[in-house]
């Protein structure tokens, strides 16, 4: 099914193609930017969460010290 096109008609199709390849280096490249900034997103949420569950434990276990100084001193 191979056809044999014109002199003109290989010339426009290389000139499309010359048009189309950086339509479409440029369309992966926004895709690969958009999934390295998702993940760095996830992985923010993630140390965020982290950071916050440890600074409630953190809080948590002064304030059961200070309670328990506080009984102990009565």
Request: zero cysteines; hydrophobic letters at 40%; charged letters at 35%.
């Amino acid at each position: 099914m191979t056809e044999k096109f014109s002199p003109s008609r290989q010339k426009a199709e290389a000139a499309f193609s010359n048009l189309q390849t950086p339509f479409f280096a440029k369309a992966e490249a926004a895709e690969e930017l958009a999934s390295i900034t998702q993940s760095r997103e996830a992985k923010t949420l993630r140390l965020r969460e982290a950071r916050l569950a440890k600074e409630l434990k953190d809080r948590e276990s002064v304030t059961s010290a200070l309670l328990a100084k506080r009984a102990a001193a009565k």
